[in-house]
């Protein structure tokens, strides 16, 4: 599709996106900003910029919606204003101190970071010796969707956070929820008189025997447990209001870490259920969640009155931990 002189132009621009990718990555904490900071400043600037890089890309994609194609001199006018509007785009975001959050500026940085790729995905498209058609005003409409959502974006480090801990919170309910589909399936389908656990001498792995499905129900608790942390969490941030933004920062961190651990708990918990690693990751979880209420007790909406369901959390968390490891030492290791 691209000569050999417009391919340069668009190779430049493709390895100047690839740089811009790798400088937020790695240098993710990289400021431009002055004690003279203006959030609405900067959300109107970012807002601005990235409907500058959405315009340019209409405007390539208008180049080569059809023939004729661009000559040299406009192919070079295009890659000029795309690579200063994303450069511009980068800078601003370089203007949002860490001081205003980390999981703020976390969110930032990957919404600017997927425009910037998606910039460099649409370039490589064009140098391609065919355009296809669909796939450009795909990766046209990419970019749009990208900048799109740089308006959707939450303006403080509250709002940040509330979000990281409310996704998470959704993904603890589909474990738990998932888990107890299954649980909930085996028991009928015994109860109906099927085969559905094996005998030691006649395994199945896509089947749980009887004794793996008590670890199982066990297991249940310890992630129920989860679930309320979360709520609780939720109930906490949403009604903080000069929480520090490094107290934030860690309920976020938190959150993103119990969310993990537990994903991997519950994996190794169905058929074939994997109970030696299962059985590390129990005292993991138990210890992430205590982190997580840790956090939790840092934040200025946490008052005497949440002490009492603090305890009781804790409490349960003990006892379902320990409640996961004793009915796993009664069944055979697998």
């Not at 969110?107 to 790729?117: H, S």
């Not at 046209?140 to 974006?153: A, H, M, T």
Request: with cysteine; hydrophobic share 40%.
């Amino acid at each position: 599709m691209a000569t050999s002189k417009t391919k340069n132009m668009l190779d430049k621009l493709c390895e100047e996106m690839d740089l811009v990718c790798k400088q937020l990555d790695c240098d993710s904490e990289r400021t431009n900003a002055t004690e003279s900071f203006v959030a609405e400043i900067f959300w109107k600037m970012l807002v601005e910029t990235s409907k500058k890089v959405s315009h340019e890309a209409t405007k390539i994609g208008l180049a080569f919606g059809k023939p004729p194609f661009p000559d040299e001199q406009e192919m070079r006018s295009l890659c000029i204003t795309m690579e200063l509007s994303v450069l511009a785009l980068v800078s601003v975001f370089y203007g949002l101190p860490k001081e205003q959050g980390l999981t703020l500026r976390k969110q930032v940085k990957l919404a600017v970071q997927d425009i910037v790729k998606s910039v460099g995905g649409l370039s490589r498209e064009v140098q391609g010796k065919s355009l296809n058609g669909d796939k450009f005003q795909f990766l046209v409409g990419s970019i749009w969707e990208c900048c799109e959502r740089v308006q959707n974006l939450s303006k403080d480090n509250i709002s940040a956070v509330s979000k990281v801990v409310s996704m998470n919170k959704e993904l603890i309910d589909d474990a738990y929820d998932e888990l107890q589909g299954a649980i909930q399936k085996a028991v009928d389908m015994k109860n109906d008189g099927e085969q559905v656990f094996d005998s030691d001498e006649e395994e199945d792995e896509e089947k749980w025997r009887s004794d793996e499905v008590d670890v199982a129900v066990a297991a249940r608790g310890l992630v129920k447990v989860s679930q309320y942390c979360f709520k609780k969490a939720v109930e906490v941030v949403k009604t903080a209001k000069e929480a520090s933004t490094s107290n934030l920062d860690a309920i976020s961190r938190a959150a993103e870490s119990v969310s993990a651990i537990v994903d991997v708990f519950v994996s190794y918990l169905y058929p074939p259920m994997n109970k030696r690693l299962m059985m590390e990751t129990v005292a993991v979880v138990a210890e992430q969640l205590k982190m997580f209420l840790t956090a939790l007790k840092g934040s200025d909406s946490y008052t005497e009155d949440c002490k009492k369901w603090m305890e009781c959390l804790e409490n349960s968390i003990n006892h379902n931990a320990a409640q996961v490891e004793n009915v796993t030492g009664k069944s055979r290791l697998g």
